[in-house]
């Protein structure tokens, strides 16, 4: 096991109700000017943002607003949150939304104690200070609500890019998985594909004898498994809802992935084709994990076997067979969430394919010509992994 | 599942040669004035301690310091702590060594800031406030490094209690694995034992749909599984120390144990084990969980048989044989680590069970009569679990 440190220090309000407590804990954390950042109008139909105001309300917490985060959240909006908070002398950042609305929270609290251009940090800059963030979680997915990592998209070129640093961990988040019942089965399905890569990519390590953090995350898969079609099949199981939420902070919290080289392969490919093509993230997902496991199986083998006979329940005695049966029954598992498998189905071009792969390993110009991870990708293994999503 | 707040604001620092860090992290946390609290002589021969104060004074920090730390540790040193606190204007606690020590220094931690006698937290008061703690942890075993609970004995009537609040939890905790290598091989298994008790006792649950922490407890208590004769085998085994250590923290920081009843039976009743024959806790536990588990098997044979088959690979079909081999595996894998598996073993008596089983249930006069935990056992129960011990 490698040396590491690890501080999470996000206050967890988990359960019904929860909402009802965010005036309390944004006052518990010191905020006094509250801007409340949200995306389309889902979370105002529904009732949740009243909920939300009236609880500021109750502690006397003045707040303004700032709606309209899309999915694959875009800089622009960043730059007028951070306008809008200096304006407003905002000192605490409140995101009511899934992981987009949390990431420009994050990039907005980041950017506002900053002279510079925000994006500096998402060119790799180290955010060392920020304003304090809270969140209502309203989808299992990102796990933003617990992670110091904010990924944003640059309108000028459409590059998405990550940023990273304990002062943008929220200091407390609001899960309620009742929240989440009133969700679309396949934005539910992409959140849980989006959990189990980032358990995958925590998996897929160099470093060897890492047994506590190897059984944590097929602990987290194993969850995923047993409770992601039931909550397909019936969108009310708050006690599934509730599993997956636990899961999805616990899978980017990162307890499960201290010590170990980790794996963000099949993130960063994905990241190319839901910039290029605007497809949801998680649907990306499952189109790039299978590709990725498969052309880099044969580096080791040992450790595919090992996750396909533990998780997947495969009981071939050949590393290989059972290393390719358990990408198999993830692709099963992952179609019968209704999830997409191939390019077609996310909108993705063939043709496009040279230029994804040129991005993914030299970004704007920055990149070093390679994609490093569980193995070390050129761009010729680039083209060759989307080649295998057709 | 149930409604939970989860809050574990430790930092910790993880790996090799960690307590180099001791003066940064110090400095970080806001201590200017730190009282040293230890145990017996390991910490001093082994140059620990040396270290300790050599990272101290590089950051300039000014310190005195309280050895003498006992297992079981006593109200009469925490006293002599606060005094010495009180006198030399201190505001932050270090605690070198295990789970005695950081108990220890989370009583004296409370007992400065607070204008009555310590104890009273000992007898159910909440802690709201304390002095900031660090610790150096020298073995696996409690968990005290990331929790908000102590554990104490009043010598006068031997009363072992507990107190908790996030207030004592650590600020920060250096958890280097080569630390423990040193360890003698019984001091090792008790401290693997009071993990695998920790983890127990959070599985067996009354909270129904749990699947999420039913997995974490799974995990953590497969990797002591793995690691435990390991490092019983080759006590300089850094990686299988490290898996132990990582897992004794995550195993009670609560994340694993969120949302659902928990069971803290076995742990009543060693309690009264160590407290009158000064044995150490983690044999008790050994002695007293698997009469524990048979005694209360039948309230949930399913939970019993499912851990069973997926910790144990019991293959057994019928619930009731699969249960009974899980429990049956748990003292095989004690034994095989070195633990006692019955009264005789720690030096407890078959006269003296009465009056255990009154202490555990009523206490020095506070308790209800009753057990409280997976079930509600009666004095009548208790003295019936001590008897399956002999």
Not at 23 to 32: E, I, S, W
Not at 72 to 101: H, M, W
Not at 138 to 164: F, Q, W, Y
Request: hydrophobic share 40%.
């Amino acid at each position: 096991m490698e040396n590491f440190d690890f501080y999470a220090p996000t206050y967890f309000a988990f359960g019904q109700n929860k909402e009802s407590e965010v005036g309390k804990l944004v006052k518990q954390f010191g905020g006094t000017k509250v801007l409340i950042h949200y995306g389309g109008g889902s979370v105002v139909k529904s009732g949740l943002l009243d909920r939300v105001k009236k609880a500021l309300d109750a502690e006397r917490i003045p707040y303004c607003e700032l709606g309209g985060v899309m999915p694959n959240p875009r800089s622009g909006l960043v730059y007028q949150g951070i306008e809008l908070c200096k304006k407003e002398s905002i000192d605490f950042i409140l995101a009511v939304g899934g992981g987009s609305t949390i990431d420009s929270s994050k990039a907005i609290a980041a950017g506002v104690v900053y002279d510079g251009d925000f994006w500096d940090f998402y060119e790799g800059k180290r955010i060392e200070n920020a304003l304090p963030i809270g969140t209502v979680l309203t989808i299992a997915a990102a796990g933003s609500e617990g992670s110091p990592d904010s990924v944003i998209t640059k309108e000028e070129g459409m590059l998405k890019r990550g940023a990273s640093g304990n002062a943008i961990r929220p200091k407390f988040s609001v899960l309620n998985p009742a929240l989440t019942q009133t969700l679309p089965a396949y934005q539910t399905a992409c959140g849980i594909t989006d959990i189990i890569a980032h358990l995958y990519e925590r998996y897929l390590t160099n470093t060897a004898e890492v047994e506590c953090t190897d059984r944590l995350i097929e602990a987290l898969i194993m969850t995923m498994v047993h409770e992601g079609p039931r909550v397909i099949e019936n969108p009310n199981n708050y006690d599934a809802r509730a599993n997956i939420m636990w899961a999805g902070m616990v899978a980017h919290n990162n307890i499960c992935g201290v010590g170990r080289s980790q794996d963000w392969t099949s993130h960063n490919l994905e990241h190319e084709l839901s910039a290029e093509y605007d497809c949801a993230h998680g649907a990306g997902l499952a189109v790039v994990m299978p590709a990725v496991f498969t052309y880099t199986m044969s580096h080791d083998v040992k450790r595919f076997a090992t996750i396909a006979r533990r998780v997947w329940n495969v009981e071939e005695a050949d590393d290989e067979t059972a290393a390719k049966a358990g990408i198999e029954a993830l692709k099963t598992y992952l179609k019968g969430i209704g999830m997409p498998l191939t390019f077609a189905e996310l909108g993705a071009k063939k043709a496009d394919i040279e230029k994804l792969a040129h991005t993914a390993c030299y970004g704007d110009g920055s990149g070093s010509g390679f994609v490093y991870g569980f193995t070390t990708m050129s761009e010729e293994d680039v083209i060759k992994v989307y080649n295998l999503m057709l």
